[in-house]
């Protein structure tokens, strides 16, 4: 039989409820994996193999008593280190938050468990999951198994690069600026930027969140496959009454158009040939598949979207954050703080959301007409590692190029990223914006581009 650590979620899943397989032993492949690889690229923080085995056991416990242990049964399963995971110190990368040891699971965790996932480990980020690169002074540098070079992205950079290696079959991630969309893309796999509403999140040992992180911030999954990441998402979505946001949508929306509008250059963007190629070559594979494709020149508005977002993100309570950022002493959260300076002040939140509601509702009527738009996910491919630290033209140069990240959540629309290919040892992938709570469009079409092919994976680290 392959390497369990190999197979999609879907199929080990489907192999542990006929018994063909053990939990245990997809557990046991799973650590086997984690113990060979993490060593090189250090996106797994944290893990206790022994509660590993006994979730692995507790699975297969229902299974010899004929009951059901959900769609995931069996399959592990990363956690991002920003979530509430019971018994472990929800750090976010930072010193500071060493000693903040969740009592409780997190909505989403809680809702892996009850899908029946085994949590694997808990997976690096930037501190506080500022930046798209993921490295910080209590967990160290994640790498990209794809090439050391690149970026994994962030800040869920440590879940990217996991699943990538091989490491667990789907990994959890959170997106306020592109941190679950920017790593899929890094890593050459594919990611899920959910609706605001649809993936409940709380956690109760932070400080409640302000308004920005509450009505833009999301968690999503990261996979190999665009149907793990669709079973994934369903598994995620379960109701939780401790998020005021959550929505109780179905997933599968009325009937649309198998319809795709194509915007290369969005808002001035001016993307890399490269991603050019990918673009076109995705619409394309959409075309084959039966897809309408049609071409726009521009959408509504991004780069004020982006700089609002930016405001919403980081402005609020600056200087608070600031004041950390120095206390924590981390270099790439204070390149951060102190290279959007000038686009936080002044801040106004009334002001903020006010704008917010009249951009937002030019997208939507935007996407009255286009309902599923085919993006760029980045203006570049995936960045030089630490890029946004050489110097102030480069720190620039990544935020420009991070405008489809950044824009997207302040509209709260759902996005996802479909890795189409390498150019050279580099990944390439698009991105499909839906309505809100039409993932199951975003996924739909996902699919058809990912029958053109996909980078390999799950791959060795390239050290």
């Not at 984690?34 to 090189?40: I, K, M, R, S």
């Given at each position: 039989?392959?390497?369990?650590?190999r197979?999609?979620?879907?199929?080990?899943?489907?192999?542990i409820k006929?018994?063909?397989?053990?939990?245990?032993?997809?557990?046991?492949a799973?650590?086997?994996r984690?113990?060979?690889?993490?060593?090189?690229i250090?996106?797994?923080i944290?893990?206790r193999?022994?509660?590993?085995?006994?979730?692995?056991?507790?699975?297969?416990?229902?299974?010899a008593?004929?009951?059901?242990?959900?769609?995931?049964?069996?399959?592990?399963?990363?956690?991002?280190?920003?979530?509430?995971q019971?018994?472990?110190?929800?750090?976010?990368?930072?010193?500071?938050?060493k000693?903040?040891?969740?009592?409780?699971?997190?909505?989403?965790?809680?809702?892996?468990?009850?899908?029946?996932?085994?949590?694997?480990?808990?997976?690096?980020?930037?501190?506080?999951?500022?930046?798209?690169f993921?490295s910080?002074?209590?967990?160290?540098?994640?790498?990209?198994?794809?090439?050391?070079?690149?970026?994994p992205?962030?800040?869920s950079?440590g879940?990217?690069?996991?699943?990538?290696?091989?490491?667990g079959?789907?990994?959890?991630?959170?997106?306020?600026?592109?941190?679950?969309?920017?790593?899929?893309?890094a890593?050459?796999?594919h990611?899920?930027?959910?609706?605001?509403?649809?993936?409940?999140?709380?956690?109760?040992?932070?400080?409640?969140?302000?308004?920005?992180?509450?009505?833009?911030?999301?968690?999503?999954?990261?996979?190999?496959t665009?149907?793990d990441?669709?079973?994934?998402?369903?598994?995620?979505?379960?109701?939780?009454?401790?998020?005021?946001?959550?929505?109780?949508?179905?997933?599968?929306?009325?009937?649309?158009?198998?319809?795709?509008?194509?915007?290369?250059?969005?808002?001035g963007?001016?993307?890399?040939?490269?991603?050019?190629?990918?673009?076109r070559?995705?619409?394309?594979?959409?075309?084959?598949?039966?897809?309408?494709?049609?071409?726009?020149?521009?959408?509504?508005?991004?780069?004020?979207?982006?700089?609002?977002?930016?405001?919403?993100?980081?402005?609020?309570?600056?200087?608070?954050?600031?004041?950390?950022?120095?206390?924590?002493?981390?270099?790439?959260?204070?390149?951060?703080?102190?290279?959007?300076?000038?686009?936080?002040?002044?801040?106004?939140?009334?002001?903020?959301?006010a704008?917010?509601?009249?951009?937002?509702?030019?997208?939507?009527?935007?996407m009255?007409q286009?309902?599923?738009l085919?993006l760029?996910?980045?203006?570049?491919?995936?960045?030089?590692?630490?890029?946004?630290?050489?110097?102030?033209?480069?720190?620039?140069?990544?935020?420009?190029?991070?405008?489809?990240q950044?824009?997207?959540?302040?509209?709260?629309?759902?996005?996802?990223?479909?890795s189409?290919?390498?150019?050279g040892?580099?990944?390439?992938g698009?991105?499909l914006?839906?309505?809100?709570?039409?993932?199951?469009?975003?996924?739909?079409a996902g699919?058809?581009?990912?029958?053109?092919?996909?980078p390999?994976?799950?791959?060795d680290?390239?050290?």
């Open positions: 039989m392959t390497d369990l650590w197979l999609p979620a879907a199929d080990l899943a489907a192999l006929s018994k063909q397989v053990s939990a245990r032993e997809a557990a046991t799973a650590l086997a984690l113990d060979q690889v993490n060593p090189a250090n996106a797994v944290d893990h193999p022994e509660d590993v085995l006994q979730q692995a056991d507790t699975i297969d416990a229902k299974l008593r004929g009951e059901d242990p959900g769609p995931l049964a069996g399959v592990p399963v990363t956690i991002k280190v920003n979530v509430d019971a018994g472990f110190a929800t750090t976010n990368g930072l010193k500071l938050q000693d903040a040891i969740a009592s409780v699971h997190n909505p989403v965790v809680n809702n892996f468990v009850k899908a029946g996932a085994v949590l694997l480990g808990r997976t690096n980020t930037p501190a506080v999951s500022y930046r798209w993921t910080n002074l209590i967990h160290g540098h994640t790498k990209n198994p794809r090439d050391p070079g690149i970026t992205g962030g800040s950079g879940a990217g690069s996991a699943t990538a290696a091989g490491i079959h789907i990994g959890h991630g959170t997106d306020i600026a592109g941190s679950v969309r920017y790593p899929a893309y890593c050459g796999i990611g899920l930027r959910p609706t605001v509403g649809r993936i409940p999140a709380f956690n109760t040992c932070l400080p409640e969140r302000p308004i920005g992180p509450q009505i833009s911030a999301v968690s999503g999954p990261l996979a190999r665009v149907n990441v669709r079973i994934a998402l369903a598994a995620m979505s379960a109701r939780d009454v401790r998020d005021v946001w959550w929505m109780p949508v179905p997933l599968e929306g009325p009937p649309l158009p198998k319809r795709v509008t194509l915007c290369v250059n969005p808002d963007l001016n993307p890399v040939p490269e991603v050019v190629a990918a673009l070559d995705a619409a394309k594979r959409l075309e084959a598949a039966g897809w309408i494709v049609e071409e726009v020149q521009d959408t509504p508005p991004m780069q004020e979207a982006a700089l609002l977002q930016t405001r919403l993100w980081l402005g609020d309570g600056y200087e608070a954050q600031l004041a950390a950022a120095e206390t924590e002493g981390d270099p790439g959260a204070l390149a951060c703080l102190r290279g959007v300076s000038d686009k936080v002040h002044p801040f106004d939140l009334s002001a903020t959301l704008r917010r509601a009249a951009l937002t509702r030019q997208w939507l009527l935007f009255e286009h309902p599923l085919l760029p996910v980045s203006g570049m491919l995936p960045f030089a590692d630490q890029l946004d630290r050489k110097d102030e033209e480069s720190f620039q140069q990544v935020w420009h190029a991070q405008l489809t950044i824009a997207i959540p302040f509209f709260g629309l759902p996005g996802l990223v479909v189409t290919g390498m150019v040892r580099i990944p390439v698009v991105q914006v839906g309505q809100r709570f039409r993932e199951d469009m975003c996924l739909a699919e058809a581009i990912e029958a053109g092919g996909t390999p994976s799950p791959i680290p390239v050290v």
